[in-house]
């Protein structure tokens, strides 16, 4: 069992819940169930987690927990009208975080085992700038792993903005101590060149978990 992680990487007005995924028994709503239909079980379990997670979350807003949170075509969470949220799992660990849109247009969380990223994977995860800066740092494989975190949370928070998909050289992340900056290298929707998507991370208890938001 992990120490909730993220109440401390993002600000009071996201409400934030998390489990592990094997302590979930049940607790999906009939408009969630199609979407994991024939899927293996541990995918289930993870599933379930990141919507009882979230029910968890928005019920402290209020919502009622009869509200289902489907998954849309693009397999991105549908948050009831007024909402935004997302949702991290590891097999020992799930995350969700929700806010009200009239306050956050839009949140992003990883969650990732931290363990180094393998060296094979660095060509295709960082872009040529981000390996330099990795080389000179004395623990680059678990920097590396961080750099991959910052990066899926904030495609999970730039997603309901664009709608677009967009690899992973398509922001050029600076990972700081405990906080990261990515900058957009090329348009997608609104986002120009050059504009920032800052975040915050930390590494405990053998997980990366990463966050960012994007405010009104
Ligand atoms: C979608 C993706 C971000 C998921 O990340 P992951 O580390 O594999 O898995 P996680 O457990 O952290 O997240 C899975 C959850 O992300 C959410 N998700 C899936 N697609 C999403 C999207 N387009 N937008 C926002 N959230 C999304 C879902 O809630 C999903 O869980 P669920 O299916 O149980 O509801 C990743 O697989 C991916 O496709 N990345 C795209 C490339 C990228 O990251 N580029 C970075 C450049 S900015």
């Known amino acids: 069992m992990h120490k909730p992680l993220f109440h401390r990487l993002l600000p009071d007005d996201i409400e934030t819940e998390e489990v592990d995924p094997h302590s979930v028994?049940?607790?999906l709503l009939s408009a969630e169930k199609e979407a994991i239909e024939g899927a293996a079980p541990?995918?289930?379990?993870?599933?379930?987690?990141?919507r009882v997670c979230s029910r968890i979350a928005l019920g402290r807003f209020g919502v009622a927990a009869?509200?289902?949170?489907?998954r849309g075509e693009d397999r991105a969470p549908i948050w009831p009208d007024g909402f935004t949220g997302s949702i991290s799992h590891t097999d020992t660990w799930c995350a969700a975080a929700v806010a009200r849109r009239v306050d956050v247009r839009c949140v992003g969380i990883d969650l990732e085992p931290a363990t180094p990223l393998k060296e094979s994977l660095w060509r295709r995860v960082c872009t040529a700038d981000e390996r330099d800066r990795l080389r000179s740092l004395p623990d680059s494989g678990l920097m590396g792993k961080i750099l991959f975190s910052a990066k899926e949370a904030v495609y999970k928070c730039q997603y309901p903005i664009t709608g677009q998909f967009l690899g992973f050289h398509a922001v050029d992340v600076e990972v700081g101590d405990g906080s990261f900056r990515a900058v957009f290298r090329q348009p997608a929707g609104e986002f120009q060149p050059g504009d920032v998507v800052s975040g915050r991370y930390l590494v405990e208890e053998g997980l990366v978990a990463s966050a960012c938001e994007i405010r009104r």
């Open 25 to 27: 028994a049940g607790g």
């Open 42 to 50: 541990s995918r289930v379990e993870q599933f379930t987690a990141g």
């Open 66 to 70: 009869t509200t289902p949170i489907p």
